[in-house]
């Protein structure tokens, strides 16, 4: 099984909300990441999560505020994005963090519109 | 800086013939490269993967193929089906770490 899951599937927010994106995967993989991506573009890394542990941080805005409460679950919390910030949140995981660079496997993405 | 490219940003085949996905890389060192298919509102998915100790791997109906003199990473689909009508990314690990670099991508359109 190489699932990862995304919800919501769709999220319409405005300015002033707090919302979260919620990622989950039961392969036993240590490494999980979130992307943007913007249409007709290819996934633009953010995050990175090496063993529950922020990693990697891309320069990404504070409006997004990642957060791995255990090995299975990431979570993305948004606050006072813009209308720019609209795309498509990919949310991604490989087995191992250390060493050689592997697979990553992708959820189907939610797909976020700022008003 | 180092970057991984597509030379065709669409190609359409009729169904039935064989499809080839090219992609350039520049960085020499990379050493993982990877081909994903992404479907229209769907996230991306794994086809099929090589290491530059290889030159040629082989999956069901696909075959990566790497020039590492040339740096040039192919995929080529056998017998193309209506299915097979995506977007296709080539990644390679030139970034580093556990980053995927990923080139600008190929829609590939299935003609009937």
């Known amino acids: 099984d190489t699932e990862v899951t995304q919800t919501p599937k769709h999220l319409v927010m405005g300015m002033t909300n707090k919302k979260s994106l919620k990622c989950e995967q039961h392969?036993?993989?240590?490494?999980m990441y979130w992307y943007k991506q913007k249409a007709k573009k290819p996934p633009e890394l953010m995050f990175v999560y090496s063993y529950e542990k922020l990693s990697i941080n891309e320069s990404v805005p504070s409006r997004f505020s990642p957060e791995c409460p255990n090995s299975s679950l990431l979570n993305l919390h948004l606050h006072a994005l813009q209308p720019e910030d609209s795309a498509l949140y990919l949310c991604a995981s490989s087995q191992d963090p250390t060493g050689a660079l592997e697979t990553q496997y992708f959820g189907p993405g939610t797909r976020l519109l700022v008003l | 800086g180092e970057s991984v490219g597509l030379h065709l940003p669409t190609l359409s085949v009729q169904e039935g013939d064989n499809s080839i996905i090219n992609c350039a890389y520049s960085n020499s060192a990379s050493d993982y490269f990877i081909w994903y298919k992404q479907e229209s509102g769907k996230g991306p998915q794994f086809i099929i993967d090589?290491?530059?100790?290889?030159d040629k791997r082989q999956g069901q109906r696909v075959t990566v193929l790497l020039n590492k003199t040339v740096k040039h990473l192919s995929l080529q689909i056998a017998a193309t089906q209506p299915g097979d009508s995506a977007v296709y990314f080539c990644?390679?690990?030139?970034?580093?770490?556990?980053?995927?670099?990923f080139g600008t991508g190929t829609q590939l359109k299935v003609e009937l």
């Open positions: 090589i290491r530059s100790n290889m």
């Open positions: 392969m036993g993989h240590r490494a």
């Open positions: 990644a390679d690990d030139s970034g580093g770490g556990n980053k995927l670099t």
